[in-house]
């Protein structure tokens, strides 16, 4: 493990990238920690890690919040999308959400339901909105696809990940293959 200098002006700059309460909340422990006499400069790493990681996280979830970019036009994302020796294909539209695309592929390849899972999509997570200290994912999954595509501008031929249950740790290759127009509102989706 990396030793850095923690002083109190390294979290102040830490605390004035932040809003929130449970980072602020670590920042003003670890403050008060490193004044004390009796110092543990191994724990007081560890939590300036714990801070650096969620202000990181922080700022790519604003930086995905703020540039929400919903397109005006019905699309299709047509996937291929791998797990094993199994290969499925798969059509949804870009106004369901990124936890729908997960409950899909949940069902496709027969997995149990009720276990968390991952999306790694361009070196960004999302998940389950489950951790309450927004440790796990960059971004919930309550997002629409369309809109978390086009924040980290995920494109026709881009590779991700989908991993689902963290204990078995089961890992897909998802592909977006294609992404489809459509004219009319009614018609369907395979």
Not at 23 to 41: A, G, Q, V, Y
Not at 162 to 173: C, L, R, T, W
Request: hydrophobic residues 35%; glycine residues 4%.
């Amino acid at each position: 493990m990396m030793k850095s200098k923690i002083t109190a002006e390294n979290l102040n700059e830490l605390k004035s990238k932040t809003k929130d309460k449970f980072t602020l909340f670590l920042i003003n422990k670890l403050i008060k920690d490193i004044n004390s006499d009796k110092r543990n400069n191994f724990y007081e790493t560890l939590d300036y890690e714990r801070i650096t990681n969620l202000v990181k996280k922080e700022e790519i979830r604003n930086k995905i919040k703020k540039s929400k970019k919903i397109s005006s036009e019905i699309l299709v994302y047509v996937f291929e999308i791998k797990c094993g020796n199994k290969k499925r294909n798969l059509e949804i539209k870009n106004n369901w959400l990124v936890s729908d695309l997960a409950d899909i592929i949940i069902g496709l390849f027969n997995h149990e339901p009720m276990h968390l899972y991952e999306f790694k999509l361009k070196n960004h997570s999302f998940g389950p909105e489950c951790d309450e200290w927004k440790e796990m994912f960059d971004y919930p999954d309550n997002i629409r696809i369309d809109s978390a595509f086009n924040s980290i501008d995920f494109r026709e031929g881009d590779i991700g990940e989908f991993i689902y249950d963290f204990g078995d740790n089961i890992k897909h290759k998802i592909k977006l293959v294609e992404i489809k127009k459509i004219k009319d509102k009614n018609q369907k989706v395979s």
